[in-house]
């Protein structure tokens, strides 16, 4: 079982950056995938961002460009540094990470004013 802990959510002005961290405890052997989604309001939960343990990325056509996601393996750690942010962005961000199965986090919100 694992638990993920997500941190970096913030109120933030168009242009601007945020880097979101999710970190992951609990009893587990090896995470493999991580990544974040988000929901905006009113709008059904996507994809943002997915790394493998061994650094490959996808993206959502929407963030690429902008968002860079990175992991820290030693630390059980995935990031997302968010820049040129767009009002768009807004939502709230989970992080996940596989083990045996997909763990999910609380979400951490992203509010991006126009």
């Known amino acids: 079982q694992v638990q993920l802990v997500e941190s970096g959510g913030d109120l933030v002005q168009s242009g601007g950056s945020l880097r979101l961290s999710c970190a992951a405890s609990?009893?587990?052997?090896?995470?493999?995938?991580m990544g974040w989604f988000r929901q905006a309001p009113g709008k059904q939960r996507e994809l943002v961002a997915t790394i493998s343990r061994g650094g490959s990325t996808i993206y959502a056509d929407s963030v690429k460009g902008r968002f860079t996601i990175s992991r820290d393996n030693t630390k059980n750690t995935v990031f997302l540094q968010m820049s040129s942010l767009k009002p768009e962005d807004t939502a709230v961000y989970y992080c996940?990470?596989?083990?045996?199965?997909?763990?999910w986090g609380q979400g951490t919100h992203v509010t991006v004013s126009s």
């Open positions: 996940y990470a596989e083990t045996t199965y997909r763990e």
């Open positions: 609990g009893t587990f052997f090896t995470i493999n995938a």
